[in-house]
């Protein structure tokens, strides 16, 4: 589903010339749950963004269900934001003023869903995402920290992407709350075989994923499937 | 996205902080509230010169002696005081023009008058009895002139209601009394009923004396008069009657060229014009004036909106990176301006009209508010909305998502 041949990245900032990634190639199928996994200033963020049609790379290709992404505009790019791609960030990004349910169906506004149809769906992915039914009327800042996170979940599930994208979910999570978030991620590709990419520079939060896909230096340094991997040692 | 989306997210930014939103839209409310009021002020002293302009009399045309001129924009440079109009002028009109109903042969001058100790300026007329028709005068106690004093040249005066109280004391009697211009006394007989209006040639402060008298014992001269007021028919033959009475005084005045005219004729139609030109200038300058705070409010409007988009940089960075497009950005973000401006221009004309009311009641000016000024202004404020939210709302459409999500 994914196909990603060769991407380099380089940013330019005055005369010097940063690689942030020099050629990665790697393929995702529907249903894996894969976890990029690399040192900060490897160039995890930025593969998450080309990824995540937040950005375009300077050369190579990625192709998203047969679409080439990589040299798209700005509104295209939005686009396939808006109906391909699930972010849940490690800020969480909510709108604090706003309720569970409508920070849930904020992604449905900018798809043009019909109203009848947002809450509908909104309910359906705060269930998905383990959400109490009795605190979807509550302000999100009336939340606690892995509440918070679930709603971003749910948030990112509820235009039916083709994949969710989580950049550091645990991040700002204690461990225990942590484990939880990352149970439903797993729950979620397991039970409603959703294509879910883990961004996270934690090999314990990694090891939730089926596939560890290894960074250094914008370069991959290991792809493997853990299951394999144990059979190895 | 649906308009009732745009409307549900501004709603919840504005009101997310009230004290700033309603500080910003107090810039736009007094701005329209001030515009509304001073306008309104302008077009009400237009309506009531030309209500006073009225007053002077119906279907009117004045004959002036002196060179002609366009109408306002050139000073007679003393030629008021021409000897060119002459009683002969005025019988003339009257038997060779057609379609009027009144001529009134009149002197006019300004002198200090005299009574009981107290004295007053003012202007004394010297008119006929057609006067009264021609000018709209009515009589609240006594007489006018009429035909017997013009004939006997007898010593009498009607007063304006002004004027008597200057003299007498507010409403005293004053019937029967005496008053002297220039040392020679002159018995009351009449006053005038109040006219209204004020300043502009106000028609209560006035003498009327008989024109003969006048003439004899005030200028010593009886050959000529400073001016002919003649009333038509009605409106519509008024240009004709214009014309007519051009036509008859060029010929007896032996002038072929008319630009060479010894005399101007002017009908009520060009003195309203005229005067209405002037307070038009008044009211734009009123305008424009509040205008200015219009303008300031609006730079206030975007003041706050950018201070928004860079409080709002996370959030603008999130509804991208979950496909907001740039238009839908710029629209919530230019809705939100619009919506100060419109909201804050409703409570503007709101107040305006309420400071333009009280202004009237409490006597202080005649206000007018008319419905133009009210689309007019409401439009400005929506304008300004668009005009100013425009940038702050292009910077948060254009932001990088990767860079606002960044964004501490």
């Known amino acids: 589903m994914i196909e990603i041949k060769n991407i380099k990245k380089t940013y330019q900032t005055g005369y010097t010339e940063t690689h942030a990634l020099r050629g990665i190639s790697f393929n995702i199928k529907t249903g894996e749950f894969v976890a990029i996994m690399g040192p900060s200033g490897s160039g995890k963020s930025t593969l998450m963004h080309i990824i995540g049609a937040l950005d375009t790379p300077t050369s190579g290709s990625y192709t998203l269900d047969g679409k080439d992404v990589s040299k798209l505009s700005d509104d295209e790019l939005a686009e396939i934001r808006c109906n391909r791609i699930g972010f849940v960030f490690q800020s969480f990004n909510l709108l604090p003023r706003a309720t569970v349910l409508r920070n849930v169906t904020l992604p449905l506004i900018y798809a043009n869903k019909r109203e009848g149809e947002r809450e509908m769906l909104a309910i359906k992915a705060l269930e998905s995402a383990g959400m109490d039914k009795d605190r979807f009327h509550h302000r999100s800042n009336q939340l606690s920290g892995g509440q918070i996170q679930r709603v971003a979940i749910a948030r990112a599930l509820v235009n039916d992407p083709a994949i969710i994208l989580a950049d550091e979910p645990t991040g700002n999570l204690d461990t225990q709350t942590g484990n939880i978030v990352l149970d439903t991620f797993q729950k979620l590709n397991k039970e409603l075989k959703r294509t879910i990419i883990l961004i996270t520079h934690e090999k314990e939060v990694a090891e939730y994923a089926d596939r560890i896909i290894h960074i250094r230096d914008g370069l991959i340094v290991e792809d493997g499937n853990k299951h394999k991997k144990e059979l190895y040692k | ?408």
């Open chain 2, 1 to 408: 996205m649906t308009t009732t989306d745009i409307i549900h997210e501004t709603i919840s930014a504005l009101t997310a902080n009230k004290v700033r939103t309603s500080l910003t839209m107090l810039g736009i409310v007094i701005g329209i509230s001030s515009v509304i009021t001073m306008v309104s002020i302008g077009q009400g002293a237009q309506s009531s010169i030309a209500q006073s302009i009225e007053a002077i009399g119906s279907n009117l045309i004045l004959i002036n002696p002196g060179a002609q001129r366009a109408s306002g924009y050139q000073v007679s440079a003393g030629r008021g005081s021409s000897h060119t109009l002459t009683p002969a002028d005025a019988t003339a009109i009257e038997e060779n023009v057609s379609n009027i109903q009144a001529v009134s042969p009149e002197i006019s001058g300004r002198y200090q008058i005299t009574a009981k100790g107290t004295n007053t300026n003012t202007q004394i007329v010297g008119a006929t009895p057609s006067y009264a028709t021609v000018h709209n005068i009515q009589i609240d106690e006594g007489v006018f002139i009429s035909d017997q004093d013009i004939r006997n040249r007898t010593k009498v005066a009607v007063l304006g209601p002004t004027t008597r109280d200057d003299l007498f004391g507010i409403d005293a009697e004053a019937m029967g009394q005496v008053i002297r211009i220039k040392g020679i006394q002159f018995k009351i007989i009449g006053i005038t009923k109040s006219k209204g209006g004020g300043g502009f040639g106000n028609q209560d402060d006035m003498v009327y004396t008989p024109l003969p008298s006048s003439q004899m014992f005030l200028l010593g001269d009886s050959s000529y008069l400073t001016s002919i007021a003649i009333s038509a028919i009605d409106s519509s033959t008024m240009t004709n009657v214009q014309n007519d009475v051009t036509t008859l005084l060029l010929e007896r005045h032996r002038i072929g060229d008319p630009t060479q005219a010894d005399f101007n004729i002017m009908n009520q139609a060009d003195i309203v014009s005229a005067a209405s030109s002037v307070t038009g200038t008044f009211t734009i300058l009123l305008g424009a004036v509040a205008g200015i705070s219009l303008l300031v409010g609006g730079i206030g409007i975007m003041n706050m909106m950018l201070t928004t988009v860079t409080e709002r940089t996370k959030e603008i960075g999130l509804r991208k990176a979950i496909g907001a497009k740039r238009r839908d950005i710029n629209i919530q973000f230019l809705s939100e301006a619009v919506a100060l401006t419109i909201f804050g221009g409703m409570i503007g004309i709101i107040l305006g009209w309420t400071a333009a009311y009280i202004i009237t009641k409490l006597g202080v000016l005649q206000t007018s508010v008319s419905l133009s000024s009210i689309l007019l202004s409401f439009g400005v404020s929506a304008a300004i909305g668009i005009i100013f939210g425009y940038y702050p709302a292009r910077r948060a459409s254009k932001l990088n998502p990767i860079e606002a999500l960044r964004y501490e």
